[in-house]
């Protein structure tokens, strides 16, 4: 989905795109007067890049349109107001959410969580945490990750806390998921030392297993709730029939998995191929 001030982006570029083509210009035609890569005019006309203020004024000389540029600075300081609260909106609400993690994480006796496409959080080498969460920046287009990444690292000393326990469920496709260069061997490597934690439960469920239940997303099962984290938000889920419906859940997708000398091999074996 488009965010608003994408699409005033999109409107923006749309606007400069007839001033160029008023003006009879083609886009190489424009980049050599004004001194620039032909590509950079496409990223303006596309959306790809905001133009500077020094850019604007530029392309309103060349295109004959300066009786327009008071109006399209305002237009573009007021779009450059937009993206930075919207970019602030989606780090707060990044930030809530481990937090919110965190505090159920804290509170829990026993956790379960089930993953099909990446590791679990808490079970996230710094490497990969930052390879996970720079793609996510990347698609919500925020730029400031390591706080992120500092409060999900600091979030795995609960795996060490006396009194409590947990069962990890990853699909085998999360350990072939490629989510940066040379990340996966270490990130598999530390799946291998967690995995004999007296108080820790790793499954892995192989690709080709024969499928008594079809898993629909990744979740975790807390004492009190239950988090889904979805594209726009992770989503708790606190009615005791709810949780009981997701801890059957993993109860059927665990009688799927391959634990202890098995679970070493596949994850041993995805290793060699990282």
Excluded at 23 to 36: E, I, S, V
Excluded at 70 to 79: K, N, Q, S
Aim: aromatic share 8%.
């Amino acid at each position: 989905m488009t965010s608003p001030v994408q699409q005033a982006r999109v409107v923006f570029g749309a606007r400069l795109r007839e001033f160029r083509k008023d003006a009879g210009l083609t886009g190489r035609d424009l980049a050599r007067a004004a001194g620039w890569a032909e590509s950079k005019v496409s990223r303006f006309e596309r959306a790809r890049r905001a133009p500077s203020e020094a850019d604007l004024r530029q392309w309103c000389r060349l295109t004959g349109s300066l009786p327009q540029l008071p109006d399209l600075l305002a237009g573009l300081r007021a779009i450059q107001d937009q993206w930075d609260e919207h970019r602030a909106l989606v780090r707060a609400r990044i930030n809530r959410g481990q937090v919110a993690w965190g505090e159920l994480e804290e509170a829990a006796t026993q956790t379960l969580w089930y993953e099909q496409w990446v590791i679990p959080g808490l079970l996230q080498t710094a490497a990969y945490a930052r390879a996970v969460l720079t793609l996510a920046a990347n698609e919500l287009q925020i730029s400031d990750i390591e706080s992120t990444i500092r409060t999900r690292l600091n979030r795995q000393h609960v795996l060490y806390a006396v009194g409590k326990t947990w069962a990890f469920l990853i699909e085998e496709q999360a350990l072939m998921t490629v989510v940066g260069p040379g990340v996966l061997a270490g990130q598999i490597d530390r799946l291998l030392a967690l995995k004999s934690l007296p108080n820790v439960s790793l499954g892995i469920i192989p690709a080709r297993a024969e499928r008594g239940v079809l898993p629909e997303h990744s979740f975790a099962v807390f004492d009190r709730a239950v988090m889904v984290e979805t594209v726009t938000a992770d989503l708790p889920f606190t009615e005791p029939h709810e949780i009981n419906a997701y801890r059957r859940k993993f109860d059927l997708l665990s009688q799927q998995a391959r634990y202890g000398g098995f679970a070493r091999r596949i994850l041993t074996d995805a290793a060699n191929h990282a």
